[in-house]
């Protein structure tokens, strides 16, 4: 169920074609919603181990993002990373499999949650460094150009990854050299239980982005209309050559931080006033509204959903485990290298 499309096309789209892509769209969020939640199901019976992080309630950005790029196109990510990865296309199974921690998963069950990889689709991994994926999406942007392919490269992150030297450090280096990257900062207000207000004087992402000599402006991070737009004018911009182009998608993660925070650090009913901008709900409102979508098809859709997913955990659960014999594949040493 990928959004993604070929490079931008021009012109408004007729009302079928445009019904059917906001179906689509809807689509991919109402996955990445449901996966998530399986997945909260899963660890709590411990059948998924380790840290996870969860983009419930951030879903319009990695499929607005994602519907906006091409298959050539490379996308960094973040700890936070399962909607991006399904977004761009990693398939459910191989997502689903990974956190398990099997060989079937899409890092060979080396990576779980916050590595996913797929190289296939120019999905170069989730990162749990925050702030890590900046230099690595600068370095393929830079090949990219070097090479003379007509790419760009996205990288997603946080507002917490906003204060840490990589972000500045690669911004002035992609303005400096034009390099066609797509800043994608996912500001929930949250650097994990620190407020945004409590760590940043100066609150204004974009602004400060500006300060670099990049085209930078604020999107309503909940709408995926929005972000779609956002993003497609920004791909454009890097194309005809006007640099780097950086997006604020002001967001917000309904769920706590990770699944071992206990999430006290906000106050509840900010959250539910966030809920009420529910991405899934707001345009599964506009299609029934807008587009005359019955309850009958959105609830078809759902059954889809859901059958992928359990399709999914039955495959993971059945799948191997990577055999003993072949845990020091992929790993080498200095030794070995010289060798």
Known sequence: MSTRTPRKTKGSSPPKQQTA????LFGAMLRIRRFEERCVELYSAARIRGFMHL??????????VNAALAEDDAVVSTYREHGHALARGVPADAV?????????????????????FDAGRRFYGGNAIVGGGLPLAAGLALADRMNGRHRVTCCFFGDGAFAEGEFHE?????????????????????????????????????????????????????????????????VEGIHTGTGPHFLEMRTYRFRAHSMYDPDRYRDKGEIERWK????????????????????????????????????AVE??????????????RYVTSPAEEAS
Not at 100 to 115: A, E, L
Not at 191 to 206: C, I, P, S, V
Request: glycine share 8%.
């Open 276 to 311: 009420e901008r529910d991405p899934v709900e707001l345009l599964a409102r506009r299609l029934r509204e807008q587009a005359g979508l019955t309850d009958k098809a959105l609830a078809g859709l759902e059954d889809r959903v859901r059958a992928e997913i359990d399709a």
């Open 96 to 116: 689903m499999a990974e956190m398990f921690g099997k060989v079937t998963g899409c890092s060979r069950g080396r990576g779980g949650s916050m590595h996913l």
């Open 55 to 64: 983009c419930i309630g951030e879903e319009a950005v990695a499929v607005g």
């Open 315 to 328: 495959s993971a659960e059945q799948a191997p485990e990577e055999p003993v014999a072949d845990l020091l």
């Open 170 to 234: 690669t911004a002035n280096l992609a303005a400096l050299w034009g390099l066609p990257m797509l800043f994608v900062c996912e500001n929930n207000l949250y650097a994990m239980g620190t407020a945004l207000d409590r760590a940043q004087a100066q609150t204004d992402l974009a602004m400060r982005a500006a300060s670099y000599g990049m085209v930078a402006w604020a999107v309503d991070g909940m709408d995926v209309l929005a972000v779609e737009d956002a993003a497609r004018r920004a």
């Open 21 to 24: 892509h906001r179906t689509d």
